[in-house]
């Protein structure tokens, strides 16, 4: 894994967690079916983790990364688990998580689909003696134990930056920018938005930038994105840039470019750093996206999740602000990375995505041509 990634406050953070050695004095180890037993005499068995995923449409990481790193921390550590997706239906959420709590999750780690249902959620959990871990989006007066995610601020000023880069390599004059942001419904996609308004806003403010259309994609729903960006192309066809909050709204956003011969021509930004989105940045069609470390993310909170199955109070070393229930709710925040074309390698060798799923047809040459190994 590359150095630097990940920040120091975060390295301490995990540090902070202690977690138990497992050995012959209260070890457990997973069954096949992700089960545990416990091994050794007089062993103490651990609990049992529950883990809610929120859909596998707004993006692939969710049953590619998130899912593959968290059962091979379980596993590794003999804890039972669970591990299930909500596919975007809160109905599903919430019954998914009943099930949880029945059949015996002493922890519960969520990504909530909205604050909402996620605080019903973590209500009934910690009602019945359940920890509870909010997973990379904050759940707003919902009180989870822990919080663990990256910098989201922090991602949506990378994006900003990286369009004002690319605008500025392509000479742009005072141009017009789209705004594509994430759903309504996500803490994230707030914090992301006030982040590259944060960079976006003194430009609208100097004239050096105009601002275009400006509108959220409900539940990220990567269709809608389309349609969206279709209308605002054709209420403002002179579109400059496109601020797409992540690499599927980016991805819905350069289709449509593509069909006005406009690929290209218009930077867009992105987020998570997945496959699509990079070969995007290969062919040369979107200028930047974010790689979050998901094992990174993944590791902290599963670690979280194993020190409290086994009965112990981890600490997080950092907090962040409920702005709903006005509480500093412990957290492990990660530090996410700009990519642009010259540092695509870099995901690479951090081992996120491999050559082989990237390079493949037309972008072996433009793998050979950004370095990658």
Do not use: H
């Not at 069954?31 to 983790?49: E, H, L, M, Q, Y």
């Not at 997706?85 to 059949?103: E, L, P, S, V, Y």
């Not at 601002?211 to 400059?240: C, H, Y």
């Amino acid at each position: 894994m590359r150095k630097g990634i990940l920040s120091l406050t975060a390295a301490a953070a995990l540090l902070t967690f202690g977690l138990a050695a497992c050995g012959d004095d209260g070890a457990t180890t997973a069954a096949p079916d992700g089960a545990a037993s416990s091994a050794g005499a007089g062993a103490k068995t651990a609990g049992k983790v529950g883990v809610i995923l929120p859909d596998s449409k707004s993006s692939a990481r969710w049953e590619t990364a998130d899912r593959k790193y968290l059962e091979e921390a379980f596993k590794a550590a003999g804890v039972a688990y669970d591990i299930q997706n909500a596919q975007g239906d809160k109905t599903q959420f919430q019954t998914i998580a009943d099930q949880m709590i029945t059949n015996g999750a002493t922890v519960l780690m969520i990504v909530n689909l909205d604050s909402g249902t996620g605080k019903a959620v973590l209500d009934k959990a910690k009602s019945q003696g359940v920890a509870t871990i909010d997973y990379d989006r904050l759940t707003l007066g919902g009180g989870a134990a822990y919080y663990v995610s990256f910098d989201n601020t922090k991602v949506g000023t990378l994006q900003g930056e990286g369009l004002v880069k690319c605008l500025t390599d392509k000479k742009a004059d005072k141009p017009i920018i789209a705004e594509l942001n994430g759903s309504p419904t996500d803490n994230n996609a707030t914090l992301f938005k006030n982040g590259y308004d944060g960079v976006l806003k003194p430009k609208y403010d100097s004239g050096d930038y105009k601002k275009g259309p400006d509108q959220s994609v409900p539940d990220w729903d990567n269709a809608q994105a389309g349609t969206i960006f279709e209308q605002m192309l054709t209420e403002q066809p002179k579109i400059a840039g496109v601020l797409a909050a992540n690499d599927g709204l980016g991805n819905a956003a350069i289709t449509v470019l593509k069909k006005n011969n406009l690929n290209g021509k218009v930077p867009v930004t992105g987020q998570d750093a997945t496959v699509q989105g990079l070969q995007n940045i290969l062919a040369g069609d979107q200028c930047m996206t974010v790689y979050k470390a998901i094992k990174k993310e993944a590791d902290a909170a599963s670690q979280l999740a194993i020190a409290l199955a086994k009965g112990e109070k981890p600490a997080a070393s950092g907090s962040v602000k409920d702005t709903e229930s006005g509480a500093d709710v412990p957290a492990v925040l990660l530090d996410p990375q700009a990519i642009y074309f010259d540092n695509v390698k870099d995901v690479v060798a951090d081992g996120y995505v491999t050559k082989d799923e990237l390079c493949t047809g037309d972008f072996a040459d433009k793998c050979t041509e950004a370095g990658i190994q």
